[in-house]
């Protein structure tokens, strides 16, 4: 779309050209991976190539990487190989963790947005040993990073059975990834928070991790996953894994432009809030918080000029609940929905971070003013 400012890069991030080019080629060929000809096997080779790609993202072996059709699917999962045993969870994990099992124990978050060390402590000394530990590396909202190898550290510490999963869909292309020195059992990637296309991601396993199968049926996937290959799909994953790793450098760019964008917005508006603005953060997220000014009002406002970011709520029958991300950071009702954010990524450019704050500024004096009047 032209003249669009793109924002929402934790929702979806735009598919890097090279990786469209290559989705499109390898989908104008004929070719099933488990075939024995030719075309089979020149399928396979982009499966096997692609699973070297996430493999070296992640610090693993291929051998460790079962392509998914997403990270809800990775995470689900994993989860439910648990099922019946005791599994905390961080209160602050995308739904696919949340809402994967009735009977998860929720770990509380900091104001910040951090885990709670303590009540983590006190959760993994009392009751049943816990199975499973869920921490995510990056918060979707936030962009908040979690301490993710001290706390693999703190569980397996106390409980040597102990399996721990981190979904790390925000994390690659932003921070190094490294599942070796993180010490996880478990790991989800979802391709098009990378500049991979939609419907694909991966689990990663550590060797002698259980996976139970995730679908029956033929032998793909090392008989974990039944189903013939989304080999385009899988192969622009392959690809969006290894520019994530040599445009990581590039990603630092972004930060000057938050903290502009951060600063401006509280030059214009001072009573503005940045949620987790002390914590460890990605540079690409930010979550700007402007109690009593609805964020669904300035999204459809930004909107009608062509700049698209997200809310801290979503819609939920006709009404806007506030993020459970945001509550469990102890924000209340109004904050929570009165929050924006804004995610930058690989092609972001220092004139949209102008323009939003452009027309945020002129969004933001219309209220001011309809409060004046109504006063
Ligand atoms: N985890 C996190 C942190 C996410 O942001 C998302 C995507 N919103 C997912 C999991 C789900 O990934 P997918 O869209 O590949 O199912």
Redesign the pocket.
Known sequence: MKNTVYLDY???TPIKPAVVELACEIMSAVGNASSVHSHGRHARKHVEGARQQVANLAGVTPGQVIFT?????S?NAVLKHFTGKRILVSAI??P??RNALPDVEFIPVTPDGLLDMDAFEKMLDEGTPPALISV?M???ETGVIQPVAEITRMAKAKHKDIFVHT?A??AAGRIKIDFPALNVDYM?L????MGGP????ALIAAPGAPVTKFIHGGGQEKRQRAGTENVAGIAGFGLAAELAVSDMENYQRLLPWREKLEAEIKRIAPEMKVFSQNAPRVASTTALCLAGLPAQTQLMSLDLENIAVSSGSACSSGTFKPSPILLAMGAGDEDATSTLRISMGWATEETDIDRFIEVWTKIYERACEKTKQSA
């Open positions: 934790n929702a979806t059709g997403g990270a809800t699917e995470n994990e995308h696919s963790i995510m990056v918060n979707n979904d869909v925000q989800s979802s391709a098009h928070k939609q419907g694909v991601g």
